[in-house]
């Protein structure tokens, strides 16, 4: 058995029909043997607030172990993929550069934060 049960591993591929993607992180709830295959596992992954979304089985190749270089990430799980689009870019930009002016014409000092520094 490559992985202990109620570990965290990283699916090496998408599963689409679950809606997951590859480094989605699981959780390793079963083992399955198989006499004349590959070994498989179920896996139960979870969004960010500890719900589950998914239980299924998949085969051990699936399956890889999380690195100290990963990240963990959130996306939606609706389908629907979040994007910025060119004018929520514009906008944004305009409301920092409006900020900034207004800053600068009040005669408060400019504040950045240096590395290692917190707010």
């Known amino acids: 058995m490559r992985f202990e049960l109620y570990t965290d591993a990283a699916l090496?591929?998408?599963?689409?029909?679950?809606?997951?993607?590859?480094?989605?992180?699981?959780?390793?709830?079963d083992h399955h043997r198989s006499p004349n295959g590959e070994d498989g596992y179920s896996i139960e992954v979870f969004n960010a607030l500890g719900d589950t979304i998914a239980?299924?089985?998949?085969?051990?190749s699936a399956l890889e172990?999380?690195?100290?270089?990963?990240?963990?990430?959130?996306?939606?799980?609706s389908g629907r993929e979040l994007k910025r689009s060119p004018e929520w870019s514009r906008r944004a930009a305009s409301d920092i550069d409006g900020r900034t002016e207004k800053t600068e014409r009040a005669g408060l000092p400019r504040r950045s934060l240096r590395e290692g520094e917190s707010d």
Do not use: F
């Not at 591929?13 to 959780?27: A, F, M, N």
């Not at 239980?55 to 051990?60: I, K, L, Q, R, Y």
């Not at 172990?65 to 799980?77: C, M, N, P, V």
């Open 55 to 60: 239980v299924t089985a998949v085969p051990e």
């Open 65 to 77: 172990s999380l690195h100290k270089e990963g990240r963990s990430a959130q996306r939606s799980t």
């Open 12 to 29: 090496a591929r998408d599963i689409p029909e679950h809606r997951l993607r590859r480094g989605d992180v699981v959780k390793i709830v």
